[in-house]
């Protein structure tokens, strides 16, 4: 039974570390590079907690519908809060609520998506809410140095491709052995003495990887797309040549 329940703690430290990222950025502390570092030390949480889940033959329909409410808060209410506070405030209300709501609710329509749909093999349908999320905290602590119209229209890319149907690549079977799950908790530690002790320069530097993982996505979609433009474009050109040369013989 406590086997069992081992892949939910890692879940709940997930959701509890996306509240105290909310927290982190209320008036009263102003924390954003802390915040931040929050939501990055929660997705290792949610990375861990299906690794381990399957290492312990632990997976359950409670412990997916509680990774989905989990991830909504941190990858989706704390990065759209932490977000909102260093910049939006800065809006008119109307624009600023909308941007800083549509995050978060098109992460629930991604995680809705993703418990119902099956994706497809090796991939992921629309940009994962956890690599979304992590983009938005971590994007926040440039706003002295990026545009805020960059700021919105960022956000607002970020929320269109978790709803979209771009693919991206699917690391969940990169699993853990399961005599090697004692070495979980001693990342995990490691992992929140870093965040705690460097939030700003950490922060900061995970914010790389990130966004090549989103642009990776967009990449690939392009390249997929180009040659079908490429294969068409050749097809009039060879439709257009035969037209040319049936005028010519009938004149």
Known sequence: MITKSIPSLFTVANLFLGIIAVILVF???AKPELAAMMVIIAMLMDGVDGRVARALNAQSEFGKELDSLSDVISFGVAPAFIMYSVAFQELNP?????????????????LARFNVVSGMPGYFIGLPIPAAGGVLATLALFHKDIALSVL?????????????????????????PKNAIWVVPIIVAIAVGLGILF????????FVPLVLYALYGLKKNVDRRLPNKKRKRRLENQL????????EHSA
């Open 27 to 29: 008036p009263d502390n």
């Open 199 to 206: 939030p700003h320069h950490l922060s900061k530097i995970i």
């Open 240 to 247: 257009q040549e035969e037209a040319a040369v049936n005028g």
């Open 94 to 110: 109307a624009p600023a609520w909308i941007i800083t709501a549509l995050f978060p609710i098109c992460g629930a329509l991604r």
């Open 152 to 176: 919105m229209a960022s956000t607002l890319v970020l929320s269109f491709l978790m709803v979209s149907t771009i693919r991206y690549p699917n690391f969940k079977k990169l699993g853990i």
